[in-house]
């Protein structure tokens, strides 16, 4: 079971509709949880973290998590077209002696006009 | 603010040739640094990470290495490339462990 899951997609959805990103994760302890925005060819950059239980709203991105589930979610309102990306859920676990971030494989979104 | 740069920015190279690739980080100190790589439409591997002058953890048997000369410079080595190698790397910085990594622009090499 890998530890970070994510839906790989293709997720296509119209311009101005929401989109939800899914992402589950196999550490109980974990405590930190970020998502991460990739543009093809370009390196990830971080979008949102959240570190409760609950909604986290930071303009159009909000993200939810569940720590009960392990489960983490991103939902992008208002979709535009240069939302097309990559994203990577990324939950901070144990790796031998340090916790580390660990990455899902990432959900490619795509925004229709 | 904090910057992490990263060159070369791509880079073709021959099998079994050297390789290296810097990362340097401005705007902070004693950060942890860390080595990923990501293979073409793949997730992002961790390959090493450094917590101080030195100090250098591989996660990852292989190929390459690292080191860390200064506290705000990491560099990834390698002797002799091999074809599995061909990849995008990406240098990232954090304050902590448990808190959020910041990644550089990335070198995309390419081994022939």
């Known amino acids: 079971q890998k530890e970070v899951e994510q839906n790989s997609g293709p997720l296509s959805v119209p311009e101005g509709a929401i989109a939800s990103l899914n992402c589950t994760y196999s550490?109980?302890?974990?405590?930190?949880f970020f998502w991460y925005r990739q543009y093809s060819g370009k390196s990830p950059e971080l979008i949102m973290s959240i570190y409760s239980n609950g909604d986290k709203e930071d303009g159009r991105f909000t993200a939810q998590l569940n720590k009960a589930s392990q489960y983490v979610s991103l939902l992008i309102r208002d979709s535009q077209p240069s939302d097309s990306a990559t994203y990577l859920c990324a939950v901070n676990m144990r790796s031998g002696s340090a916790r580390q971030l660990t990455f899902g494989s990432g959900t490619q979104l795509t925004v229709l006009p | 603010s904090q910057t992490i740069h990263q060159w070369p920015a791509t880079l073709v190279q021959p099998v079994g040739s050297p390789l290296s690739l810097e990362c340097t980080v401005e705007?902070?100190?004693?950060?942890?640094l860390y080595w990923y790589r990501q293979a073409a439409g793949r997730g992002l591997q961790l390959l090493f990470y450094s917590v101080g002058i030195g100090q250098i953890s591989s996660e990852v048997p292989q190929n390459l290495s690292a080191s860390r000369p200064q506290d705000r410079q990491f560099i990834l080595s390698s002797k002799k490339l091999l074809l599995s190698d061909s990849g995008f790397y990406l240098c990232?910085?954090?304050?902590?462990?448990?808190?959020?990594?910041?990644f550089g622009p990335g070198t995309r090499l390419t081994v022939l």
């Open positions: 990232a910085w954090s304050p902590g462990f448990t808190t959020e990594q910041f």
């Open positions: 550490d109980r302890v974990s405590q930190s």
């Open positions: 705007g902070t100190s004693n950060p942890n």
